[in-house]
């Protein structure tokens, strides 16, 4: 059954975020008034806490849980206790709540971070249980894993429609492009960029550059958990990705070409490269609820530097 969103009330966490920002406006797009549009802040509801929680999900029809404390290799390494329990707590309190107030859909995001650190390519959702997911990112890749869990069991007993995502690694204009926190794309236009203001002669990048990475474009996320909000009611989790693949390598030399940038690049193997291989099966999500992503890698990726550097220019 497909699920009328126009006259739903939709509580969207996170949305504010470079992902949750591009939800609503798909939701928008789709006809969903804005003022049928919740997004609260973090500044003014926290929802690490229980009491928050249950004050967000009342008079909801469908949560889009999209909050989260996110970051690179180097991010999960330095906080690998909060990733844990904030991830943890904002997810299983906010489920809980909004199934004592009767919500009509959850829907709840995972990340690719949740699959085993030697997932046969392509990661099907069926082997997400295969084994540990790759040691940097496992705390969060847990945290999120356990949405699942809960999604499966009051599925089971609550007749609960709650429904699980997993996202690989996204990339678009509007990305966080601090050095402390990013993921591997917008560091890589950042280092390229301050490089080529400074004349530097190489960047320096980290790991070895032979692991491998799937990116699906934010717009394209956001365009595949509307319509699986819209068309899916099913307990088992659905991955959302592009189905390509790039070392970091050769993603490293599209961005310095893209960048214009011919310094040398070199590699820091004293740095992680975490886990081996990204790539998703994408079947599921054609499958079930018509999802296929449209933006081509490359051009994404020239959106997203053409963002970066007007913004730095303004
Ligand atoms: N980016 C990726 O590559 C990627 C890949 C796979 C999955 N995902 C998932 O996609 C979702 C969105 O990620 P993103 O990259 O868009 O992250 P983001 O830009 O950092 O957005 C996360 C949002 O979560 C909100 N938040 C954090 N802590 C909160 C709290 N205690 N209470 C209420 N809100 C809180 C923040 O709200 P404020 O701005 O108000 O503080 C922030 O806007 C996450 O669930 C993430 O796990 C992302």
């Known amino acids: 059954m497909i699920i009328d969103l126009q006259n739903k009330k939709i509580l969207v966490t996170g949305g504010a975020g470079f992902l949750g920002g591009r939800v609503v406006d798909a939701l928008v ?16 509801l926290d ?17 889009i849980h999209l909050a989260a ?23 299983v309190q906010l489920v809980e709540a909004a199934r004592l107030v009767g919500v009509k859909k959850f829907v709840a995001l995972g990340t690719v971070c949740a699959y085993p ?24 890749g847990l945290a999120k894993k356990m949405l699942l869990v809960q999604a499966q069991a009051y599925r089971q007993e609550y007749n609960f429609d709650a429904i699980y995502l997993l996202p690989v690694n996204l990339y678009g204009p509007g990305d966080n492009f601090d050095p402390k926190s990013s993921h591997v794309i917008p560091a890589l236009i950042k280092k390229v960029y301050d490089a080529k203001i400074a004349h530097a002669p190489f960047i320096e990048a980290w790991g070895t550059g032979s692991a491998s990475r799937e990116f699906l474009y934010v717009d394209d996320a956001a365009e595949g958990i509307v319509l699986a909000t819209e068309r899916y009611d099913k307990p088992e989790p659905v991955n959302i990705g592009s189905g ?19 310094g040398e690049i070199r590699w820091d193997a004293t740095k992680p490269d975490g886990q081996p291989r990204r790539s998703l099966d994408v079947s599921r999500a054609e499958k079930e609820f018509g999802f296929k992503a449209k933006t081509d ?10 963002w970066y550097v007007v913004d730095r220019k303004n």
């Not at 797009?29 to 003014?44: C, D, M």
């Open 29 to 44: 797009a789709r006809g969903v008034p804005r003022e049928n549009i919740s997004v609260p802040r973090s500044s003014e």
């Open 47 to 63: 929802i690490r806490k229980w009491e928050n929680c249950e004050a967000a999900v009342r008079g909801q029809d469908i949560i």
């Open 117 to 140: 650190k030697f997932t046969p390519i392509p990661f099907k959702e069926d082997d997400l249980w295969v084994g540990y997911p790759e040691e940097t990112n496992a705390p969060y």
């Open 69 to 91: 404390v996110v970051g690179g290799i180097g991010a999960n390494r330095e906080h690998p206790g909060s990733f844990f329990y904030e991830n943890l707590m904002m997810g």
């Open 297 to 306: 890698f490359e051009t994404g990726l020239k959106k997203t530097i053409d």
């Open 244 to 262: 390509m693949e790039i070392s970091i390598k050769d993603l490293t030399e599209l961005i310095c070409r893209l960048m214009d940038y011919h």
